[in-house]
């Protein structure tokens, strides 16, 4: 079962009820990569730092805590595990979930008491301080082990302040660095990591996920969560999101009027932009956005028979609302405009394909 948290106790992605990676111990699907890392294992010559990347929300992270979970549990064994399993009630696993284990450190964003938000960014004073774990020597021989849980949330200084690490490892330390989009970290850190990509999940996996998620997550409508995993594109996060009443509502209501682009209903999509300006509809708004883009990829599959110039504008327009968004995001602007805008280019752009 998930840990107690304190009111203060925050981090990126957390969901209500929903175990964090370090404290789930099942993997559903990434036998793959799964396998890789015990064949590593066996072979004795586990590569010192792995990249591991994917889309958000796909199991990235909770494959890195499993690594690091049988790791710690079998500091002595030298042969290629079948599984990389660990009870939770394993007295590594809890320390885990805890953080509390004296050879792992995991290097993240998440709010230090008394703050009232969570920092942007990863400071390079909190990597240099996770980092001070390999000047020591590791407990029982054991590995020392880092988990970035994201590299995305790294600011230039801590970057540079992980690589240092990766150019000289000391023996038997071990890096395990999260991204969702490996292609925009310093070509310096990828060249020093062994890669790892996983895939989305399928819908099955994603709903078995979500399923077998412990009390006090209820027991979703066996109807709702096939929608919800239809709509996820692999990522059990946006499935849990799709099961809140108010997402799908939304969701449901952005689909209608993506449909009606030839004659677009105005005074709905201004009642829809301003409940996204909301302060607090920024899941909402990152939920409208994902719809937005699987209509556009959709109608590029459906339409793909057709010469590629006929279909640029869609294209051209996906383009510019994702700009739009980082910026509306970075600068903290009001979503109104976006919304109006993204609506009225999708209908010029469908009507130019």
């Not at 399928?202 to 998620?213: K, R």
């Amino acid at each position: 079962m998930p840990l107690e948290r304190a009111p203060d106790d925050v981090e990126p992605g957390d969901l209500a009820e929903v175990p964090r990676p370090r404290e789930e111990t099942r993997l559903v699907g990434h036998a793959a990569a799964e396998a890789a890392f015990s064949a590593a294992i066996g072979s004795g010559r586990l590569h010192h730092a792995w990249l591991i990347g994917g889309p958000q929300g796909i199991g990235k992270a909770t494959l890195a805590y499993r690594v690091a979970r049988w790791l710690l549990a079998h500091p002595d064994r030298r042969e290629a595990p079948d599984r990389l399993h660990v009870a939770a009630d394993h007295p590594a696993a809890r320390k885990v979930a805890a953080l509390s284990h004296p050879n792992l450190v995991a290097l993240r964003r998440h709010r230090v008491p008394g703050a009232k938000t969570l920092p942007t960014k990863i400071p390079v004073d909190a990597a240099r301080k996770a980092l001070d774990l390999f000047g020591s020597t590791a407990g029982n021989a054991g590995y020392r082990i880092c988990i970035v849980d994201s590299a995305e949330d790294l600011n230039p200084n801590s970057a540079n302040a992980l690589l240092k690490m990766l150019e000289e490892p000391p023996p038997r330390s071990l890096f395990l660095i999260v991204s969702h989009a490996p292609g925009r970290l310093l070509p310096t850190i990828r060249s020093r990591c062994r890669a790892l990509t996983l895939r989305p999940l399928g819908d099955n996996e994603v709903a078995a996920v979500v399923a077998g998620f412990p009390a006090p997550f209820g027991t979703p409508d066996e109807a709702a969560l096939a929608r919800a995993a239809g709509l996820a594109e692999g990522s059990v996060a946006r499935a849990v999101a799709m099961l809140d009443p108010a997402t799908a509502s939304l969701v449901a209501e952005v689909e209608t009027l993506l449909a009606r682009l030839e004659h677009p209903d105005w005074r709905r999509i201004l009642t829809l932009a301003d409940m996204l300006a909301a302060r607090d509809a920024d899941a909402l708004f990152e939920a409208s956005l994902d719809t937005v883009f699987r209509f556009v990829s959709a109608e590029i599959d459906r339409r793909r028979s057709e010469p590629p110039a006929r279909l640029a504008a869609l294209v051209e327009v996906c383009d510019k609302i994702a700009r739009a968004a980082r910026e509306t995001a970075t600068y903290n602007l009001d979503r109104r405009p976006l919304v109006l805008s993204l609506f009225g280019d999708l209908a010029g752009a469908v009507r130019a394909a």
